[in-house]
């Protein structure tokens, strides 16, 4: 007898285990692992659905009391078992469910039939199809006629390449034993073709222009491969400035894993890149590539899913859940701008794709390519370590240069009387381009927007005494009562004055896109403007179409947020503006200062990247701030010394680790009484410095209270211990059945 463990499909922690069925006898050649199957569950024996992740000769519990399984569904996809075994280490190491831990890894759940589309041609000509339609109004057959019309209707170029089955059946309202009696007279006939969706394939055919690698490019791409053929599968960090040849290394490396039989994956981190991205990999490679993302349909997903794991494909690209993609036959991972966080999961599982990607690597045999101009301080700490090895580009490969980068002191603006938004200097130099017909990106730091309360005179910005972060507004009466530390709690009433300087202008600070592009219209009313961001960007092409526009001069000025400055190459960009580039260093996390100098990194090189040298302006309250000046510099080096002796200081990651444990509950009294007792539970640990428990960020939602716990520990194995042990305490217990736990890992 073969017995079968199944997760059931539902996310609930208590039945977050496998349960054990009997397979009938006529199912076992067809069961496989990751087989999706339908069970009878509980004590009303309800069908539900459930994933096997084992199987076995060996009951666990009392045969005669073991259910059968009902059904295996054919329509499902099969999980690769691998990729099971990756969703168990998600699960694990991110404290999800299993049920969401496999959903992440399945990005495809069901299958979507082959979309055939049906042709009606003619099958007379068109002197004897009008004999026809005489005829059959004769005889009052309306329905023939209708079809015969339109037909007719059609010119004689366009009369042989038929009608559309769909058209002809919605539109004309003919039944198909209408058009099944017209195709037995010989009048027409009705063809099937197979429609594949390709989202992307192309029919212009530029071809590329390969250029030969540099010697410092060749040299990425020889160790690589070296390392490949002689069987080294390792995780390589290529720091390289922006325009430096990046992705021709990858290309290249891509191309020789390819020869070897190998897959590839490369990620990106957003949407809107794909674009970019998907054409220099269709030049090179054509159909053997692929995508797969959020706005395709699900029937184009479908065929990417199965184009993948048939092996018709070489090389999937996407963000964050391309990652899953089904090869069977994975040789590398190239990850993109490693250090964005969209590769983060902000839903659970909460997940980590570089390190998810990393650990896929390990369990089948591949290697993993990280590239970044401004690598994350966790990447660059373990290439400093030596655990991932380190490439530099310190030049870019065409002919461009680092743009002139100005940082104005937005205090001085207003000591003298600017109160715009737009500093003098950007000011100018705005009309100096518009005069010119260059053009303008305006940067907006969306990032910590209303996130901090600072001073407009002096650029303090209210901090927590203890942890070095800044204290977050909270709302009541509809303004800002009090602030707060995330990190420990503490808790002051909304100052009135600043407690700097004593001057009274301090505010929660945060104006929108929206708002810049009204004050960039009022004040340069002769610009054309477009604007990208999540608003502007809802359509499935949207992005594309603004990028599209833009790099073709459909304006003078676009306006945007963390989007515009990812990765888009415009030839005529002569001039950024970062309207408030230290917005970001008051969100109030440890990575605050890390993201604030990738963004402004990032921003500057979107500045003169053909023959025309660029300019830069960072508006900023805070200009002597190491994560801004070496920013202008393009030092990384510089930063990653000075932000990796605070990670020291205040043992944050990738020093040590930190699980965050939130706990919900409807009940107040409830959450507090348990985040005390995992409190001191954890406190039980030596090695683990807790923080807490204090009001969540978000304090209560939907009538939900949160309360957050924090443990800090150089060892993640202790705090992966920790998580299980509080697990298994909620299992345990029967006090607190009114909470419920989440978990989070190094990702405040
Ligand atoms: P990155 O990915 O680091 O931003 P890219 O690979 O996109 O850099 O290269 C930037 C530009 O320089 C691209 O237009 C690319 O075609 C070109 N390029 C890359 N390598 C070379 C090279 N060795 N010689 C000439 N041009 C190159
Ligand atoms: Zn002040
Ligand atoms: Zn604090």
Redesign the pocket.
């Known amino acids: 007898m073969i017995f079968a463990d199944v997760i059931i499909d539902i996310s609930v922690k208590s039945l977050d285990r496998p349960f054990q069925y009997i397979v009938p006898e006529e199912m076992e050649f067809d069961i496989d692992i990751g087989s999706v199957v339908k069970i009878p569950f509980g004590i009303g024996n309800r069908p539900m659905t459930g994933y096997v992740v084992g199987l076995s000769g060996e009951a666990k519990f009392d045969v005669s009391k073991t259910k059968s399984i009902l059904e295996i569904m054919k329509q499902a996809v099969v999980v690769e078992s691998h990729l099971l075994s990756l969703a168990y280490w998600i699960k694990e190491n991110y404290g999800s469910t299993m049920n969401d831990a496999i959903k992440a890894v399945m990005p495809v759940k069901r299958e979507i039939k082959e979309q055939i589309k049906r042709i009606i041609y003619p099958a007379v000509e068109i002197e004897k199809m009008k004999i026809k339609r005489d005829e059959f109004e004769k005889k009052h057959n309306s329905a023939r006629v209708r079809l015969l019309d339109e037909f007719l209707k059609l010119d004689r170029e366009t009369y042989n390449a038929g009608l559309d089955y769909s058209y002809v059946t919605k539109k004309l309202r003919l039944t198909a034993s209408v058009i099944e009696g017209l195709r037995k007279l010989n009048i027409i006939t009705v063809d099937a073709m197979q429609q594949y969706r390709n989202p992307v394939e192309r029919t212009d055919d530029i071809p590329e222009i390969r250029?030969?690698?540099?010697g410092r490019?060749k040299h990425i791409v020889d160790a690589v491969l070296n390392d490949y053929i002689t069987d080294i599968r390792g995780t390589y960090l290529i720091h390289?400035i922006?325009?430096?040849?990046?992705?021709?290394v990858y290309m290249n490396i891509v191309e020789k894993i390819i020869c070897l039989g190998k897959q590839v994956i490369v990620l990106i981190p957003e949407i809107s890149l794909t674009f970019q991205m998907v054409d220099r990999f269709y030049k090179r490679f054509g159909n053997r590539i692929s995508v797969m993302h959020s706005r395709l349909s699900a029937g184009e997903r479908f065929d990417q899913y199965t184009r993948a794991k048939n092996g018709e494909i070489d090389v999937m690209i996407g963000p964050r859940s391309a990652l899953f993609a089904p090869f069977q036959n994975l040789g590398l991972i190239v990850i993109d701008e490693e250090h964005d966080t969209s590769y983060q999961s902000d839903m659970p599982p909460k997940y980590h794709a570089r390190e998810v990607a990393i650990q896929r690597a390990k369990m089948v045999g591949a290697s993993v390519i990280l590239g970044s101009a401004t690598p994350s301080v966790d990447s660059y700490y373990k290439a400093v370590k030596g655990r991932y090895r380190l490439f530099e580009?310190n030049e870019r490969?065409?002919n461009a240069v680092y743009p002139k980068v100005y940082i104005e002191d937005l205090r001085e603006e207003l000591k003298a009387k600017n109160y715009s938004i737009f500093s003098r200097r950007l000011d100018e130099l705005m009309r100096d381009r518009l005069q010119k017909k260059e053009q303008i990106m305006l940067f907006l730091n969306r990032r910590g927007f209303a996130g901090s309360v600072s001073c407009r005179q002096c650029g303090e910005v209210i901090g927590c005494p203890h942890c070095s972060v800044a204290l977050k507004p909270h709302m009541a009466g509809g303004r800002v009562s009090y602030l707060m530390c995330h990190y420990c709690g503490y808790k002051i009433p909304m100052p009135d004055k600043c407690p700097e300087c004593g001057s009274i202008y301090i505010s929660s600070f945060g104006i929108g896109t929206e708002q810049v592009e009204q004050m960039v219209k009022k004040r340069f009313p002769e610009a054309s403007v477009l604007r990208m961001d999540a608003d502007t960007t809802t359509g499935k092409h949207a992005h594309e179409s603004i990028i599209k526009s833009y790099s073709e001069g459909g304006a003078d000025i676009l306006i945007g947020t963390q989007m515009i400055v990812k990765g888009h190459d415009f030839a005529n960009v002569t001039l950024v503006g970062i309207l408030a580039a230290d917005l970001s260093l008051n969100v109030g996390d440890y990575l605050a200062a890390e993201k604030t100098f990738q963004l402004t990194t990032q921003a500057c090189g979107r500045a003169g990247r053909a023959d025309k040298p660029g300019e830069v302006v960072i508006q900023t309250y805070q200009p002597e701030h190491y994560s801004i000046v070496c920013a202008a510099q393009n030092d990384y080096k510089d930063f990653y010394k000075q932000e990796i002796v605070i990670r020291e200081m205040l043992q944050y990651p990738p020093i040590s680790n930190i699980l965050g444990v939130l706990v919900l509950s409807e009940n107040e009294s409830s959450a507090d009484n348990l985040a005390k007792i995992l409190a001191d539970r954890m406190k039980l640990y030596h090695d683990v410095t807790v923080l807490g428990p204090t009001p969540a960020a978000i304090a209560k939602a939907k009538d939900i209270h949160r309360r957050m716990i924090y443990g800090k520990c150089v060892d993640y194995g202790i705090l992966c211990s920790v998580k299980n042990s509080f697990e298994e305490f909620m299992h345990e217990t029967d006090s607190f059945k009114d909470c419920r736990l989440n978990f989070e890992f190094n990702c405040i």
């Open positions: 250029p030969v690698l540099n490019q390289g922006t325009g430096s040849g990046k992705t021709e580009l490969a065409g």
